[in-house]
Each structure stands twice: as C-alpha cells, then as structure tokens.
C-alpha cells in the first residue's frame, strides 16, 4: 500500500517558471490538503479539497492553483514562481470518518532562484 | 480562528530521562487534536491523536498524551526517551478529517547519550 505519493522529491525553478507538484493517493480518501513547511513555521495550509471536483483555499493560497478531478489526485500548480515559494511542500489525504488521521506524503523540496 | 502553541522551540534531553512537549490550542468548536512527529527530511508520521472519551491517550513508540480542556493543552510525554526519538514534533488542532489542520511551529528533539 503506498499511501500518498509526491513527486518529484526535489525541484529547483527559475523565477518566473510555472510547474506542477503531484500527490497521489490510493487510500480511496475523499478528504486532501495541501501544506507548505517553512523553518520556525510548522506547517500552513494552502488548498485542500473534500471530494472531485471541490477545492477552497486555506491560509496561504496565493501563488497556487489546485484542481482534483479524480479521487486519487490532487496537483498543486504553481503559475509564476517566486523565490517567496521556496519551501518544503506536503501532501496529506484523510477519509471522511478521520478514523486513522492524516497520512502525509514524503514531501517535495522546492528551491526557487 | 483556531490556533496552536508549541511554547518551546528546542528540548534537549538525556537519554532514559523522561519527556513532556508542551502544546497549547485555540479552537471554537470540540478540539480534534493530533501529535505529528518528522525525523529529518522526512513526511509527518502521526503518534496519536484525540477526538473524544478519555482524556489520557496512549500512542506509538511509548507516547501519551493527555487532553485538560481547562487548561487548553494537549501536553505530549514519554517516561523514558531512546537517542532514535531525536526528531522534530508538532502538534496539531482540527477537524477530524475534513482537510483543514492548524500546526504549532513544531518543537525540536535532541537526545543526549
């Protein structure tokens, strides 16, 4: 069972470059969010989605774009990088009961110059 | 607007020495909370949680924690620390499953032998 996957593990961009973070899932969640983790910051969330087709904003949305047109996946897009963005992204997925809590992806390390 | 603090950024301990990580939480409705730990460049692996019930909850790896309504904490310990605990912990309050956590800034390990 691979739970949730993130690719690609790390990513450099230019300013300006536009690219898209992926995270998959085959735990059948409705329920997927994404996070970026920043020194001293903890966690801040940036989008998340409660089913196909459902996306809203959390805390830090600007910059990002998300859509999820399957259960499985939930890209994060990033339209016009900036070096602000660099960050330490996580992808996490719940079901609707939260039985079991989170489960989090291994991350994505973006550097952006 | 829910909140987490994690008042200490760094804990240093010895080894076989007992442990207590403070967290203390703002949340509007019935708290959902979670202690997340990260090992160095590494996902979030959830050690326990709390939805409801006993206010005393018991998680893995030896951790516990325990739920004081009146003081607004969810203090994590562990009776005697092993050099592997040596991670970053964060605590974390909200929904059960609907996408939408509020970290604390996370609270450094260091073990010593």
């Known amino acids: 069972n691979a739970g949730v996957t993130q690719t690609p593990k790390f990513q450099v961009l230019k300013t300006g470059q536009s690219m898209t973070l992926q995270c998959a899932q085959d735990?059948?969640?409705?329920?997927m969010s994404w996070y970026r983790q920043d020194p001293g910051m903890g966690l801040r969330l940036i989008h998340y989605?409660?089913?196909?087709?459902?996306?809203d904003q959390g805390e830090v949305p600007n910059g990002y774009n998300v859509s999820r047109s399957t259960t499985e996946d939930f890209p994060l897009r990033l339209l016009s990088a900036a070096p602000s963005q660099t960050s330490v992204y996580f992808c996490?997925?719940?079901?609707?009961?939260?039985?079991?809590?989170?489960?989090f992806g291994s991350g994505t390390r973006l550097t952006v110059v | 607007a829910q909140s987490v603090t994690q008042p200490d950024i760094h804990i240093t301990v010895s080894e076989g020495a007992s442990l207590e990580l403070r967290c203390n939480y703002s949340?509007?409705?019935?708290?959902?909370l979670f202690w997340y730990v990260q090992s160095p460049g590494q996902g979030l692996q959830l050690l326990l949680k709390?939805?409801?019930?006993?206010?005393l909850v018991q998680g893995i790896k030896g951790f516990e924690a325990e739920f004081k309504r009146s003081q607004s904490s969810f203090n994590l310990r562990k009776p005697s620390v092993h050099w592997s605990d040596a991670a970053e912990y964060f605590c974390?309050?909200?929904?059960?499953?609907?996408?939408?956590?509020?970290f604390g800034q996370g609270t450094i390990l260091t073990v010593h032998p």
């Open positions: 996490a997925s719940s079901s609707a009961t939260g039985a079991y809590g989170y489960t």
């Open positions: 735990m059948n969640h409705e329920y």
């Open positions: 989605s409660v089913g196909a087709g459902i996306t």
């Open positions: 949340y509007g409705a019935t708290p959902y």
């Open positions: 709390y939805f409801s019930g006993d206010t």
């Open positions: 974390a309050v909200g929904p059960p499953s609907y996408g939408k956590l509020t």
